[in-house]
């Protein structure tokens, strides 16, 4: 069982530090104040944090924890932590673990019993949702889509009917490509914002709908530079209960021809995972009865 919260005070903590996106001045003091504090810095990438070290006028000791080398990490990190040496988990750009490295070793720490503490931040999937104009009560990250394209579209072809809005990171090397699969498999109207180089000099956020977008991005080179943000808005509630409707129908229908109805929603609810009792209803319906 692991434990984030408590640890004992002769312990360390392992900070969770969010940084900027791009724009310095969004460092929070409490995570400046961190930075200076702790023994040493676990960094995706210690040439890009030892810039940012620099900017905070901080010489710190500097550790690299990437996808290839944090299996490796944890043991001596977790024995500083033990020591009561605190350390803070910082990636390239925005909040640690969000499609970054740092899972094991968080991991691990809790399940260790040392503290793991949040220092909040940036978060670039956040900071795009908050300004895209797509609904924002529920949504689903998806990370990066794979980078071979029939891998992609498969993947997009899985997300087809969701009805939250799916918020989606991309490569500039990748972003038309993407952009082309996703008018492909969820069709040239599907909503959606493609939100680019956020809080930086050249930052764009830009609605339309895919070949729109697609449009945009083909005719202006500049605009392929960059991280990207992209944002889909979710397929319509409506669309997709007639679509369950109809299989259901379709499969009671079969059912009932050779089974009493309360079996035939038996057997079709397990099929389908749909309610029982919704699927009894509509047999009876469907029978006449």
Known sequence: MSNTGSGSESTGTLFVVATP????????????????????VAAEDTRHTGRLLTYLGLRKRLVSLHEHNEADRVAAIAELLAAGEDVALVSDAGTPLISDPGFRLVRAVGDLGLRVSPVPGAC????ALSAAGLPTDRF?????LPAREAARRQRLQALARET???VLLESSH?????VRDMVAVLGP????VVARELTKAYETIRRDVLTGLLDWLQADTDQQRGEFVIMLAGAAAT???DTVQLEGDRLLGILLETLP???????????TGLGKNRLYRRALELAGQ
């Open 261 to 271: 109805t309360r079996e035939a929603a038996r057997l079709a609810a397990r099929i």
């Open 124 to 127: 670039s999937l956040i900071a």
């Open 189 to 192: 109207d599907r909503e959606a």
């Open 174 to 178: 990748r972003v038309v490509g993407s």
């Open 21 to 40: 996106i791009g724009n310095l001045a969004d460092l929070s003091s409490r995570a400046a104040d961190i930075l200076a504090a702790v023994s040493m």
């Open 164 to 166: 939250r809005t799916v």
């Open 140 to 144: 689903v990250f998806e990370g990066f």
């Open 239 to 241: 669309r997709q209960d």
